[in-house]
């Protein structure tokens, strides 16, 4: 097998293409010969040593990956050789192989390629438990996505148009707008030459989004959060942005609102009933048509290092896809 070698987190340019060993699976894994990998932001943290997760060295990054099962270890039950799976382990995507945990792997109906399923899991799964489950999200309510042309920005569109709620997408420029609209928001807001607030006043006829849903942080955060609605909801998904906002807490009791966190990694972990039911839900939606990842672009996956430019200079829109 090959894949991608991180033996020092210093950046994108230390990875190195090496053949090693094929593994052979332990007990409660399966090897899986990998089709298709998608790259998300943690992919990048993480071969920077930025993130929270610190695996031990070398590893091969790629949390999110799917393809097909070629060997089961002892104790498998539920998955079988030749049967097609995604997966998100945090790591070992970037590869032709890898080793994974046969509880995280999701078997894959008929139809559903293996591009869509590397770009499914990790982006579906925070957006539902985001919404519907730490948001409360009703029909009829209005969604406020920052960041709405990216990963989770676009399956969140697409998430809160499946539950019945009125979308706005923000984003930083015309062409991202253009996509948030083709994705299913009702309203765009380009942030880099509106303002925030007064586009979220013009929109909501002065009140404000019910829910605010924010992968990016940073300098909106606060403008977004003043402009919520009474009793609303600011989901905190990440800081795509760098900083992590500093909010005055008299914005929330002035709202009666609430900053509601969402993890939904832990959430699997915590409350795997839980997690595997909404994740049948998901796979039920994505047979229906409701919910599809966009995807940016198709790569081979020799041109890793290229894909993670475009996602550091953020010029990617929907979802980077490699494969083998």
């Not at 609303?232 to 009666?256: E, Q, T």
Request: hydrophobic share 45%.
């Amino acid at each position: 097998m090959h894949a991608w070698l991180c033996s020092n987190p210093t950046g994108v340019e230390a990875l190195e293409w090496k053949e090693r060993p094929t593994p052979q699976p332990g007990a409660g894994e399966v090897l899986v010969e990998i089709r298709a990998a998608s790259l998300n932001f943690p992919d990048l943290l993480i071969v920077q040593n930025k993130y929270q997760i610190k695996p031990p060295l070398p590893f091969v990054p790629g949390a999110e990956y799917a393809g097909v099962v070629q060997a089961l270890g002892n104790g498998v039950t539920g998955l079988k050789i030749g049967q097609a799976v995604a997966c998100l382990s945090g790591t070992g995507g970037f590869g032709t192989h890898t080793l994974a945990p046969a509880a995280l792997c999701m078997p894959l109906p008929p139809g559903f390629p293996f591009e869509d399923a590397a770009a499914f899991i990790m982006t579906y799964a925070t957006s539902h438990h985001a919404l519907i489950d730490r948001g409360q999200l009703k029909a009829g309510e209005t969604v406020l996505v920052l960041g709405a042309a990216g990963g989770v920005g676009t399956a969140a569109i697409q998430i809160a148009k499946a539950q019945g709620a009125r979308v706005i997408g923000a984003t930083s420029s015309e062409e991202k707008c253009a996509l948030c609209s083709k994705t299913g928001a009702d309203a765009v807001i380009n942030y880099s030459t509106q303002d925030l607030r007064e586009q979220l006043k013009a929109l909501t006829d002065g009140k404000g989004p019910n829910v605010v849903y924010d992968p990016v942080g940073g300098q909106l955060a606060e403008p977004a959060l003043r402009s919520i609605a009474w009793r609303g909801r600011y989901l905190v998904i990440g800081f795509a942005a760098g900083p992590i906002p500093a909010l005055p807490f008299n914005l929330p009791l002035l709202k009666g609102a609430s900053i509601v966190g969402v993890f939904w990694g832990d959430f699997a972990k915590r409350e795997p009933q839980a997690n595997a039911a909404m994740m049948g839900a998901l796979a039920q939606w994505y047979a229906q048509g409701k919910v599809k990842p966009v995807l940016d672009s198709v790569l081979p996956m020799s041109e890793l290092k290229a894909a993670y430019a475009r996602m550091g200079a953020r010029d990617v829109k929907g979802k980077l896809v490699m494969v083998n």
